[in-house]
């Protein structure tokens, strides 16, 4: 029994491994430019070893891009649970500028995941798939956010408004990480503070036009 379980966890902990260099070199090196010898040479484990974990690349790469964006959720906001805060733009302000701080500090997900989003394959890998999946699970937490912010007193309304609301969230998202990335003299705390104000006047307008 002391066996299995020991033979367990060096499996997990070299599952662990293999998943860590994954990102570390899909991140960098995107879909075509990762390969299972980059991996093996990366970890010093067999291609055996990675192959008792993963059938082929493209479910390695699928996994590898489920797990780097639950890490990521670890930092990112949760957006199930509505901090009162008793001003709208200030929770709005408050929620863009985690946001833009976990993309900054745990990058891997967003710039593996913007890779595969922008690939255009004749057969789409598992791994792009994998990513629409994440990304619409966290589109509807945001929506469902959205909705506690704008609800007020006029429920029906922001039902409409908070998907939209998500939508733009994400892209907004998109650019700061973008901008993060190509640009390290950006005062991000500043810039986020002036894309709140922006981003939950668009709301607003929105709001007002479902009116």
């Given at each position: 029994m002391r066996k299995t379980a020991r033979r367990h966890q060096q499996g997990e902990e070299s599952r662990l491994r293999i998943l860590e260099a994954t990102l570390a070199i899909a991140a960098e090196r995107g879909y075509d430019g990762t390969s299972i010898a980059l991996v093996t040479e990366a970890t010093g484990l067999p291609p055996s070893s990675v192959y008792w974990h993963f059938r082929n690349k493209d479910e390695l790469l699928a996994e590898t891009l489920e797990f780097s964006y639950r890490r990521w959720r670890e930092t990112a906001p949760t957006w199930r649970a509505r901090v009162e805060t008793g001003d709208p733009a200030e929770e709005v302000r408050d929620r863009l500028q985690r946001a833009s701080h976990s993309i900054a500090d745990r990058p891997e997900?967003?710039?593996?995941?913007?890779?595969?989003?922008?690939?255009?394959?004749?057969?789409?890998?598992?791994?792009?798939?994998?990513?629409?999946?994440?990304?619409?699970?966290?589109?509807?937490?945001?929506?469902?956010?959205?909705?506690?912010?704008?609800?007020?007193?006029?429920?029906?309304?922001?039902?409409?408004?908070?998907?939209?609301?998500?939508?733009?969230?994400?892209?907004?998202?998109?650019?700061?990480?973008?901008?993060i990335r190509s640009d390290r003299g950006w005062n991000l705390e500043r810039l986020v503070d002036l894309i709140a104000d922006g981003v939950y006047a668009q709301a607003v307008a929105w709001l007002g036009e479902a009116a």
């Open positions: 997900f967003w710039r593996l995941g913007l890779m595969l989003g922008l690939a255009n394959r004749s057969k789409e890998p598992a791994a792009r798939r994998r990513y629409i999946e994440v990304r619409t699970e966290t589109r509807v937490a945001i929506r469902t956010w959205w909705e506690q912010v704008l609800s007020g007193d006029a429920p029906e309304r922001a039902r409409d408004v908070a998907e939209r609301m998500a939508r733009f969230h994400l892209a907004v998202m998109d650019g700061l990480y973008m901008g």
